[in-house]
DNA sequence: CCTATTAATTCAACTAACTTGAATATTCAA
DNA sequence: TTGAATATTCAAGTTAGTTGAATTAATAGG
């Protein structure tokens, strides 16, 4: 499977410079609204009079709404603006082998429908047409009359291509061969897709709507099939060259350790994921069946669980001393298909290590936070995606 | 000390897209040269006329010079454009504690002016008298007539700010305490200057002049004083949320391993790294003087630096490994204060993992290589910084 | 209570930079 | 030699941003 389209550097035109500014304006909209015109134009660096027309064109396509007036000391009351979550929506759809997931979100982040489809197989000619489904159940769920479909975010588990760990998982789908996952998708959706792992997606949730929102540079690791790392640096979300960036599950954390799918030894995934407490619980004889079961068995004490968790703590504290060092972001966020009070354990385990970048004066943010999304994350994360790449200003286009 | 200066969102207007729109030029000039009008306005998006008013405005400036026309086919033969190594030239200043050295290197990368400054201290006066001095060496030596200085790169051993790891290497400077670098470097040297860690600077040194030449996203491993990591990601330059990205040497390879002096044990800086190599030949009974006495060494076959070099070998192997599984580039680089023969032993030695996202059908660049830039690299990535920067179209500005 | 001051917003004229379509120049192919 | 192909330039037209003056609405101070 194929997604990543390189980015080619073009230059600017009036036409272009507008919809830079409409983002511009958005962004700074939904960071501090409510907010004026006069205010946005100081953060934007634009004249009054372009903010206010950029401002009257974003009311009429009906992104932002009015929010009265803000009585502040002299001078005439500014105007305040906010999003209109009611002008614009996106659509997030999560592919999963077994089943998809579909969501339809607002610009504010609001999610207005959720569903699920079962999936027989995960063959492309499938998929497609699970995707559709969902499409239409979303428009049936909402109709969008003066609101308009923004596209789509479809998460796909990683890696992409054929790579040195695919397979490892039991995450990856089959018969994807060289097929262009975006094309697909934009043509069975009819709008603008965006394909991204599940870290990735869950991470720019986080930001949309989450404990993430304000952040500019940090880090979500992913409890799904394996273990996965979103990274948004300064607002941008990275990817690597292939698409493939944020694969921690396999980095090697103890040398010589616990033999993994993919050949190496020691990966974290083998510690810290839902396959090691699977691997763990299956060796006291419990098998997993659904996703509750780990909660229960953690309200139950379960003895199994618990010796998976404290095996946990150390790779996963040193994954994070890892991350810290190499990006240096604000906080690092664990979240994913785990129940909270799992994820809040496992954070209260942790011994994070002293020797790190992240160990500083006036840290504003913990060093380690629990994501705010739940289990829906990376649906509702494809829908952000597409939210945020409606918010966040960029001028490198797409091929 | 202080070095990070947070990004604004500014829109755009008329003035800053023509600014954009004529680094988009020399970006796609720098790749593709020699090339045409023409040619350039298909790949920039922008009309040919745009694109030609441009042009000769870059000829005016001296930024770019006619190179001839291409007659390949029908049609009037295309005037080729390349760029003007003259017409520009970025100085580069690498600060350590014990010395600093200038580089003045023109747009095209060419090394114009090379020197060195022994410094008694490292305090901030200090330093800022030494850079005056290195920047009045270099006008004298190239008196700027119609070229520009662009800026200067200062690079400056990390981590900046006073974090957990800071005082572990002999690296850090004294006295500097809460000093804005950035705004006592452009005092003195009369310019824009940007300050980077020397990972980093090394990692945009290649792709100015060097391996990564033509890369959009890959990786420097550096060895200075301990070990950094310069990353590069669609080009570019990522630094963290406080300028302390890529501090590899304090990422943890082997917990419970050696004890280093961030406090951590197992520090991948414990076993491949210029103090490492130092600690091992202690042992034996030797000291380093000079930089060349590594090089010596090597070529002696000296059983220490063997032992060393052995040891390195796997847990740097683990370090790549983790460093391909989470940012996906294209390829790594070794380079820094190294001799050659030793870096290309040490990559010689690596056992890669094939459980990494870097295992593809079709690789086109080898999976490490080492860099071109040699011990200099620093300075000359500190005016390859300031180049890059005139060279890769960015909207979103500094505070 | 009135008036000067302050601040946001709008109006109208102006400008920079890009686009478009026609004209011109130069080469190759038939 | 002529026509097609391609690059470049010319000239007019368009978009979107800027500037400075006018308008509106609030507060502070006498």
């Known amino acids: 499977m194929k997604i990543t389209s390189p980015r080619r550097i073009v230059g600017s035109n009036a036409e ?55 009585v502040a000391g002299r001078g005439l009351p500014a105007l305040q603006y906010r999003l209109n979550g009611h002008g614009a929506a996106a659509l997030g759809i999560e592919v999963r082998p077994d089943a998809m997931f579909g969501a339809l979100v607002d610009l504010e982040g609001e999610t207005l429908f959720t569903t699920r489809i079962a999936l027989t197989d995960s063959a492309p000619a499938s998929v497609a047409a699970a995707a559709r489904e969902i499409r239409a159940g979303a ?65 720019v949730a986080e930001r949309v709507r989450g404990v993430a929102s304000g952040l500019r540079t940090y880090c979500f690791i992913y409890f799904g099939a394996g273990l996965g790392l979103g990274m948004v640096a300064d607002g941008e979300v990275q990817r690597g060259a292939f698409g493939n960036a944020g694969e921690i599950g396999h980095v090697v954390v103890t040398p010589g350790g616990r033999q993994c799918a993919c050949g190496n ?33 953690y309200h139950e004490n379960n003895p199994a669980l618990m010796a998976w968790l404290d ?29 909270n009070a799992v994820l809040d354990h496992l954070i209260g385990g942790l011994s994070l290590a002293g020797g790190s970048v992240a160990v500083r004066p006036g840290r504003k943010t913990p060093r380690v936070m629990r994501g705010a999304c739940g289990r829906l994350t990376a649906a509702l994360g494809g829908a952000a995606l597409v939210i945020h790449d409606t918010i966040t200003p960029r001028i490198a286009a797409k091929t």
């Open 16 to 70: 272009r410079t507008r919809l830079h500014n409409r983002q511009v304006v958005l962004g700074h909209v939904s960071e501090q609204q409510p907010v004026g015109r006069a205010e946005l134009a100081r953060i934007s660096g634009l004249s009054t009079q372009a903010v206010s027309n950029i401002i009257a064109e974003l009311v009429e396509d009906g992104f932002l709404a009015e929010a009265g007036r803000q």
């Open 311 to 339: 095996a946990a703590a150390a790779p996963l504290s040193q994954a994070i001393g890892m991350i810290e060092n190499l990006f240096d972001p604000e906080t690092v966020i664990l979240g994913g298909a785990m129940p």
């Open 265 to 297: 030894r020691g990966c974290l995934e083998t510690y810290a994921s839902r396959i090691a407490a699977r691997t763990e619980l299956a060796a006291a004889g419990i098998e997993l069946a659904s996703a509750s079961d780990i909660e229960r068995l």
């Open 139 to 203: 428009l049936v769920a909402r109709p969008m009359k003066n609101q308009r479909l923004l596209g789509a975010g479809v998460v796909m588990p990683g890696p992409f291509g054929n790579v040195g760990i695919s397979g490892a998982g039991q995450s990856a789908l089959q018969g994807w061969g060289e097929t262009d996952a975006t094309a697909l998708f934009e043509e069975a959706l009819e709008t603008a897709v965006i394909v991204e792992n599940d870290a990735t997606a869950a991470a």
